[in-house]
């Protein structure tokens, strides 16, 4: 295994290097995750402030997918005021909304993503780089640039995905425990059902809401009121006779709970396979 230092920023990428996450332990030696989520949220803040300082109007905007947590699209959201847009899952469904912006953020919570600049928007900026009389101005276009520059917009790149974050964490002076305190997950809980036939279930509202088989979703809007800042959705899977489950909450057991209880539903209203879900 690693052996990791107490605040020691550490970060890993998959087999073909396209996801990447972050990650620590502390001093009380409990094991931090930087998801996906965070480092669309870290990468968000950093042009959000460059944005601002070149002083045009380039529409930025942040693309998840109902995985995100829901801390995430609460921060980007009331927080940062950056406009958050929730699409199907799958990084194809991402990167076609993010091409709807002057700049657009995706990453899916598992590291998977990039950041998309218009052609438009590229435009503007290099010119700006080059061209404006404004000092302050000129400079925040020059990190822009190269940032266009650092970041792979074809597809999630781990490798050019971390440089990209090394760099704001330097240009910031910030450390990866304050990168992680922007915002607290919520504790969440991902189940499987064996179905039938993972058809049956259909869904809308980027996989948010199930609009069959009939009473399923009023069902989950019941389960879901019992519980603070709960939310759960049902999808089926896209390779094997399943349906995913997803649920957060407040609180771990709450959302364990919640979860358990959704996946009943769906076992009951959506044909389940073999014995039902146990706790």
Known sequence: GLDMKPNERCCSFDGDADRIVYYYKDTAGHFHLIDGDKIATLISIFLKELLAKVGRTLKMAVVQTAYANGSSTRYLEETLKVPV???????????????????????????????????????????????????????????????????????????????????????????????????????NRLLKVQDADRRVIDTADAERRAVAPPGLQEKIDGLVQKYRLSRAFVRPSGTEDVVRIYAEADTQENADALAHEVSLAVYHLAGGRGAPPQP
């Open 85 to 187: 847009h929730c699409v199907k899952t799958g990084v194809k469904h991402l990167h076609h909304k993010a091409q709807e912006f002057d700049v657009g953020v995706y990453f899916e919570a598992n590291g998977h993503g990039t950041v998309l600049f218009s052609k438009a928007a590229e435009t503007q900026i290099r010119q700006l780089a080059k061209e404006e009389k404004d000092d302050e101005k000129r400079e925040a276009a020059k990190v822009l640039e190269n940032m266009i520059d650092l970041i792979n917009q074809t597809v999630g790149d781990a490798v050019s995905d971390m440089l990209v974050i090394e760099a704001i964490l330097a240009l910031k002076g910030l450390t990866v425990q304050q990168w992680d305190a922007l915002y607290t997950d919520l504790p």
